[in-house]
């Protein structure tokens, strides 16, 4: 049987995980950024009296984009936690890493 470090209290710092890696924050803000410029589109179309049907494929396609950038920060997220919490070591990087792209194409999946 393992033995897996104590579970961290909530007051605990660690369990407040900020985005570490610089790669994965760039691409999530970047994600962002794309989504608020369609959101101000949207904006755009509802003053400029566009169709309905129009603005809802836009807004579908806003809630897409924000969904696929919650998944991958999640996974981003889960990813820092188990390396920190399980102490991996950078030989074990890889394996981890197939395992959450499994968890990420799940995860898009369901949305």
Do not use: W
């Amino acid at each position: 049987m393992t033995d897996f470090p104590a579970p961290h209290k909530k007051s605990d710092p660690c369990t407040m995980a900020q985005l570490q890696d610089e790669k994965s924050r760039t691409d999530l803000l970047n994600r962002l950024k794309r989504a608020e410029g369609q959101l101000r589109g949207i904006q755009r179309m509802i003053e400029g009296g566009e169709p309905c049907l129009d603005i809802a494929s836009q807004m579908a396609a806003v809630r897409n984009a924000l969904d696929s950038a919650y998944v991958r920060m999640t996974v981003c997220f889960m990813q820092q936690e188990l390396q920190q919490r399980l102490g991996m070591t950078e030989a074990q990087g890889p394996i981890l890493g197939e395992m959450l792209e499994e968890v990420q194409t799940l995860l898009n999946k369901v949305r």
